[in-house]
Each structure stands twice: as structure tokens, then as C-alpha cells.
């Protein structure tokens, strides 16, 4: 089964750019979707297709996808982006396939 | 406004059974598949079983084929997962999520918390 690999926590001071990754075998080669999850709540989907913002979504949410690596950029950081930040794609072999998930803290 | 409403969830001793449901509103139901996805405490999303608008293809994660069930009624714009044979890694919060007007997982419902324990 196909496997997405993410850092476990990330850490960025307010204003910064965080970056989180996800890795797969070849993952260039498919749709990446990512979510933010909060405590408490459901996921909400902050970009789909590796690049695309759903309605609503700030500008500085952004995403790209090449390789072995997909990545969400999140420029000028706010305290309120502190949240679990999930990958996820489409796989043949199990339908919907999800990063273990990286905890973005805002220092 | 788009909305998915989940509930059935509660306390189960293993090897029982519970039947979840997820009510939808604001969207045309029929057209859209439909997918469960869990979180067991502390952990990540993990996706459950996965129905077309017609009910006709389910898929189903190994970690629950043969003892989860997804079904839905389109006429009651409902969604169901009949699990049986619940074990307590089957403790999660459960959640129905559908994709509308783009490609990933845009609607989800608030979620609905199983446990599974004695």
C-alpha cells in the first residue's frame, strides 16, 4: 500500500513561512490535498490538487508537488494556523491514503 | 447550507455492534459518493470504506473488511456504517466527508466518537 511520510511537528515564530512536507514514492505523479485540523474539530481542506484553495481559504496557503515530495507553504504565519496539518492522495490499492500528520506550532 | 450531521456513535463492549448514520443537507446528495474516515485518539485520520452516489462500488480498508458494512438510502439523504465484531482499536472518532466542488475531502461532518471497551 502506498505510504505518505510526514515530520512529526514543525515550528515557526509569527510572520514566518512554515513549510511542512509529505513524502511518497513518486508522489509527483499525483493529486495532493491537504487538510488542517484544530483541536476539537473536523478537517477542513486548505488545498487540493496540490496547488488549488478552496473558497475561503487564505492566499497564504499554498502548495506544490514534484518528486518524491509534496509541500504546503504557509507564508506570514498567524497564531491561529497552530493546528495538525494532514497530506493526502488518492491510491489505487486503498482509495483515500493520509499522512501520519504534522503539528504545526506558531511560537 | 452544505452540512453533514453524524450520530449512532456511543459506548460498546468488544464484539458488539453499533450502526452510525450521517444526514445531509444543502447539496444534492445522490450525486456525490461518500466516504467514512476515522481518528482514533491521539493519532491520525485513517479513511474507513468508501460508497458511490449510487451505492452500487464500495471499498472497504482492510483493517475493517468483513465486519464494516456502508450503505445509504439517497431518498432520505443518508449515509450509514453498520459496524459489527467492534474491537477496541475500533475506538475513533468517526467521520462522514464527501468531495462537492473540488477533488478532496471539501465537506465533513462534526464526527461522531466510538468506544469500544468493556
Known amino acids: 500500500s502506498y505510504v505518505l511520510t510526514q515530520p512529526p511537528s514543525v515550528s515557526v515564530a509569527p510572520g514566518q513561512t512554515a513549510r511542512i512536507t509529505c513524502g511518497g514514492n513518486?508522489?509527483?505523479?499525483?493529486?495532493v490535498h491537504w487538510y488542517q485540523q484544530k483541536p476539537g474539530q473536523a478537517p477542513v481542506l486548505v488545498v487540493y490538487?496540490?496547488?488549488d484553495r478552496p473558497s475561503g481559504i487564505p492566499e497564504r496557503f499554498s502548495g506544490s508537488n514534484s518528486g518524491n515530495t509534496a509541500t504546503l507553504t504557509i507564508s506570514r504565519v498567524e497564531a491561529g494556523d497552530e493546528a495538525d496539518y494532514y497530506c493526502?492522495?488518492?491510491?489505487?490499492?486503498?482509495?483515500?491514503?493520509f499522512g501520519g500528520g504534522t503539528k504545526l506550532t506558531v511560537l | 447550507q452544505v452540512q453533514l450531521v453524524e450520530s449512532g456513535g456511543g459506548l460498546v463492549k468488544p464484539g458488539g455492534s453499533l450502526r452510525l448514520s450521517c444526514a445531509a443537507s444543502?447539496?444534492?446528495?445522490?450525486?456525490?459518493?461518500m466516504r467514512w474516515i476515522r481518528q482514533a485518539p491521539g493519532k491520525g485520520l485513517e479513511w474507513v470504506s468508501y460508497?458511490?452516489?449510487?451505492?452500487?462500488?464500495?471499498y472497504y480498508a482492510d483493517s475493517v473488511k468483513g465486519r464494516f458494512t456502508i450503505s445509504r438510502d439517497n431518498a432520505k439523504n443518508s449515509l450509514y456504517l453498520q459496524m459489527n465484531s467492534l474491537r477496541a482499536e475500533d475506538t475513533a472518532v468517526y467521520y462522514c466527508?464527501?468531495?462537492?466542488?473540488?477533488?478532496?475531502?471539501?465537506?465533513w461532518g462534526q464526527g461522531t466518537t466510538v468506544t469500544v471497551s468493556s
Open positions: 466527508a464527501t468531495s462537492t466542488v473540488t477533488t478532496g475531502l471539501d465537506v
Open positions: 444543502g447539496f444534492s446528495f445522490s450525486d456525490y459518493y
Open positions: 460508497i458511490s452516489s449510487g451505492g452500487i462500488t464500495l
Open positions: 513518486n508522489i509527483g505523479s499525483k493529486s
Open positions: 490538487d496540490d496547488i
Open positions: 493526502q492522495v488518492w491510491d489505487s490499492s486503498s482509495d483515500q491514503v
